[in-house]
């Protein structure tokens, strides 16, 4: 069957089964590889994108679930230019280790800071349950969390 | 996007990259690239290159070459700074790139090593490392010795400039006639009160491009007509395949061939080739999702009978028994048997994989010209040879792509698994390029997993209540009994415990198991640091002492265990007289040649839920070349061994593994990961310890002794979420 994907403002037409999960769509037939397999039952988040800007894991949505919604994934979260306030605080912070966990883990916060620019630690624990990191990066990434809020409340401030 | 706030130290960090000064970046060969050139290194545009580690552009930007696996600890910024430290060139010029390993090969090993492994980057690699930075820098300033007419000695060297008197010029200038310069005599490398930059905290290098997506791993590598393989082994390790039956497969979509893989007579290794049926297709859930509906007839073989059980009762048999003696005091068992007050344990950890976040995989290209692999080892040298062999080709033939890998933890050592063996055999089989990959169930049940061990402990209080005689003896499963991580490295947390004990005897029992298993992050030293430093908490209750000080006076004359207890004592405020439910507890072990202690904090409510509030981590690991890089490993360290103490433990049944799945293998989450203080108590000197691995032995026994504190229930086996924690 073919299906249309909003993928970062980009519609693409792909020929696929409706039960492939949006996962192997994104990363096998559009090459975009920043989203990882890392369990395929929604056990450890690094799948993690947004759907319509919720956070949703890729590995158990199937393609016919996202069609007429807006797919963004890490590539598209921000630019090299213009990172995504989450980005620059991970940088700033210095978070990834391995890395491989911290594309799902950066959308996930992002998206948890969309909704709630002022998370509490419960807040945090509570919205980042779902991603794994086995580096445990888990301290550095609450403080991203909140540097990026910092970031974020500052950008939204009155001139 | 809309735009981001410029706050004064974003402006200076966006003006320094848009102005060309931070030039981070990666070379990573891609496919078609990687299949026009012959030998991939020699087309760097990155202008002279100076040695095999570096090479200075006309700009004065410097790429440095990094042998080692980047997995996470921070190799390309360390080996970086070790380089930029003796070359002395501003740190804002330096990117990293990984280095070659068909050069390595070809150079007749040029980079010495590129196993990356045992916390040794730095620990035990710094000489040869500096040496290449060093050894660049008086070849520069030769250089422009030549050049101006004056003696080498009476040259500067500074932030990428050459200075004598009135002379001055650019390494840039210097590189290619430098390039051309051998040195009477290479030149030593500085002592740690000659740094400048070796110390500082800095960021590491690779955090950009792991914030973005654009880091790439070897699951991301591509080729032109590449197909995926998803791959199945015995569930049993070194079970045979019977039959499958892929009728019922055979017309799905995109499904292109199955294949059988056959394990070799007489090769046993970890990375060689079991019995396996690899399901290709054009992609790889239609590959995945097809082999998980083959019909497929496996011969376990004795191995069928083995469980949890069945290797507790081999150990208690095993137990009964005398073992090989690692440590011997001669009149230990005398005094033992003699002794009036004699303390007794067992404890025992059982088994667990690595559960790396980058499951298993490799893509592999077998033409006739060339072999291209991209896999994920800790030894880029080793996964060479395996495709070579495999391939039935020259080493020379064959290039590996190094790119960024998804965790190793010991999982990749020595080359890695036989993952590199499958995707190369798929590869020759069906003439084009090949990515397999092995689902996370299949990570978990065909890992080179980490073994159990169940050790007796005993002890006889002498004078001061302090132990007169320390007797251990401990079983090791490993495949076919046969030594995979040497007594030296898995037993030296009992074998090397500095506790001054007079009699103190060591026994350690192989026995064998069908399960693969290899080293572990921090190998042995998790398992029997845990017993010994429980069992020690026992031993000084026993006999009337608070376990800091029994420690500290166990240690006396023992200069940098002090300095560690001592700093411990200061910093975490340790203390034994909180409220039922609250508990402290201490631990201290030694690992890779560093002296490393915690400091747990917990809360164990009545009905028994822990919290693990705080660890406060101390470290001796001599010197340390970047703080902030050495206090994310050590908190990595922490969430490591905590999340086996706590939540792990693989269970055998039939054979195989129940866990299949971070569902079944939970692994710690956000919430669970307590606060970590980080302290170096550095003693400096000829030391050099690791950094990697040490944090994480000290901690499960340090949480555990604090349950003890919170709850009076003593804890000797792991994980603790299967202890009944409740008090009232």
């Not at chain 1, 409706?18 to 890392?38: F, I, M, S, V």
């Not at chain 1, 980042?128 to 500052?154: P, S």
């Not at chain 2, 509906?293 to 376990?300: K, N, S, V």
Request: net charge neutral; proline share 6%.
């Amino acid at each position: 069957m073919n299906f249309a994907l909003t993928v970062n403002g980009a519609i693409h037409d792909l020929a696929v089964e409706a039960d492939t999960p949006l996962l192997w769509a994104l990363r096998e037939h559009l090459q975009l590889t920043g989203t990882k397999y890392g369990c395929g039952i929604a056990q450890c988040g690094a799948c993690t994108i947004h759907l319509d800007g919720r956070p949703v894991r890729a590995c158990v949505t199937p393609v016919s679930a996202a069609v007429g919604k807006q797919i963004t994934t890490i590539e598209g979260l921000g630019t090299k230019d213009h990172p995504h306030p989450v980005q620059l605080a991970w940088t700033e912070v210095g978070v990834p280790q391995c890395g491989y966990c911290q594309s799902g883990q950066i959308m996930s916060a992002a998206a948890l800071l969309a909704e709630n620019p002022n998370p509490t630690d419960a807040d945090i624990d509570a919205a980042m349950a779902g991603n794994l990191c086995r580096c445990g990066t888990y301290l550095r990434i609450r403080q991203g969390i909140k540097e990026a809020a910092i970031l974020m409340a500052n950008k939204s401030a009155p001139k | 996007m809309s735009a981001v706030p410029i706050t004064r130290r974003h402006f200076l960090k966006v003006t320094a990259a848009a102005g060309g000064g931070m030039l981070i970046g990666f070379y990573i060969p891609d496919a078609e690239a990687a299949s026009v050139q012959p030998q991939p290194w020699t087309a760097l545009p990155q202008g002279a290159e100076i040695n095999a580690w570096l090479a200075i552009d006309k700009d004065g930007n410097v790429t440095i070459r990094v042998p080692h696996t980047e997995m996470g600890q921070g190799a390309l910024t360390s080996v970086s700074m070790m380089i930029a430290e003796e070359l002395h060139v501003d740190w804002t010029r330096v990117r990293a790139v990984f280095a070659d390993a068909n050069r390595h090969l070809r150079n007749n090993n040029e980079y010495k090593t590129m196993f990356t492994a045992g916390s040794a980057l730095v620990r035990r690699q710094h000489p040869h490392i500096m040496q290449a930075g060093a050894s660049a820098r008086e070849r520069l300033k030769e250089a422009a010795a030549r050049a101006w007419g004056v003696d080498r000695k009476e040259i500067h060297a500074r932030q990428g400039t050459l200075s004598f008197g009135n002379f001055s010029g650019t390494y840039a200038q210097f590189a290619t006639a430098a390039a051309a310069i051998t040195l009477p005599e290479e030149p030593a490398i500085k002592m740690p009160a000659e740094w400048w930059l070796l110390g500082k905290p800095l960021h590491r290098l690779d955090v950009d491009v792991k914030s973005n997506g654009s880091a790439t791993y070897a699951i991301d590598a591509q080729m032109p007509g590449m197909v995926y393989a998803a791959v199945k082994a015995c569930p049993v390790p070194w079970g045979r395949l019977k039959r499958f039956d892929d009728s019922a497969i055979k017309s799905r979509p995109g499904i292109l061939a199955t294949i059988a893989l056959k394990a070799m007579p007489g090769k046993t290794d970890n990375s060689d080739l079991q019995d396996a049926v690899a399901v290709v297709g054009d992609s790889w859930w239609r590959a995945k999702t097809a082999l998980d509906q083959l019909p497929i007839e496996w011969d376990t073989g004795a191995a069928a009978s083995v469980s949890t059980e069945s290797q507790r009762v081999e150990a208690q048999r095993l137990l009964d028994q005398a073992g090989v003696v690692v440590t011997e005091g001669e009149g230990t068992l005398a005094a033992i048997a003699a002794g009036e007050k004699v303390i007794t344990a067992e404890y025992d950890r059982p088994w667990e994989t690595h559960a790396r976040m980058e499951p298993i995989n490799a893509t592999v290209n077998v033409t006739p010209e060339r072999v291209d692999v991209w896999s994920p080892t800790q030894d880029q040298s080793v996964a060479l040879q395996l495709a070579a062999d495999q391939a039935g080709r020259h080493p020379k033939d064959v290039y590996v792509h190094t790119v960024f890998l998804g965790g190793g933890f010991g999982g990749n050592g020595g080359g890695g698994t036989a993952v590199t063996r499958q995707a190369t055999e798929l590869s020759k089989k069906l003439q084009r390029p090949v990515k397999a990959i092995w689902s996370r169930e299949e990570d978990i049940a065909q890992d080179k997993q980490r073994p159990p061990n169940v050790t007796r402990l005993a002890a006889v209080l002498g004078e001061r209540g302090l132990p007169s005689a320390w007797f251990t003896r401990s079983v090791w499963f490993t495949q076919d009994g046969i030594e995979r991580v040497g007594p030296a490295t898995a037993d030296y947390a009992i074998s090397n415990m500095p506790y001054q004990v007079p009699n103190r005897r060591h026994e350690r029992i192989n026995a064998k198991t069908h399960i693969p298993v290899t080293t572990h992050r921090a190998p042995g030293t998790n398992q029997h640091g845990f017993m010994t430093e429980c069992f020690v908490d026992e031993v000084a209750l026993a006999g009337g002492w608070d376990p800091l000080d029994w420690r500290l006076e166990m240690t006396k004359g023992l200069a940098d265990w002090q300095l560690v207890l001592k700093t411990l004592k200061e910093k975490a405020g340790f203390r034994t007289d909180l409220p039922k439910g609250q508990g402290m507890g201490v631990a201290i072990v030694e690992d890779h040649g560093s002296i490393c202690a915690a400091c747990a904090t917990v809360r164990v409510s009545r009905a028994g839920e822990l919290v693990v509030a705080k660890v406060v981590i101390v470290i001796d690991s001599g010197h340390v070349i970047n703080p902030h890089n050495a206090a994310e490993q050590l908190e990595g360290g922490v969430a490591w061994e905590l999340t086996h103490a706590w939540l792990g433990g693989l269970e055998l049944r039939e054979g195989r593994f129940v866990n299949t799945n971070f569902d079944s293998y939970p692994l710690l989450r956000m919430s669970q990961m307590p606060a970590v203080e980080v302290h170096f108590a550095l003693s400096g000197g000829r030391k050099w310890g690791g950094i990697g691995e040490p944090a994480g032995p000290p901690v499960p026994p340090a949480v555990a002794n604090a349950i003890w504190f919170a709850t009076g229930k003593r804890i000797r086996s792991t994980p603790f979420k299967s202890h009944d924690l409740s008090w009232s």
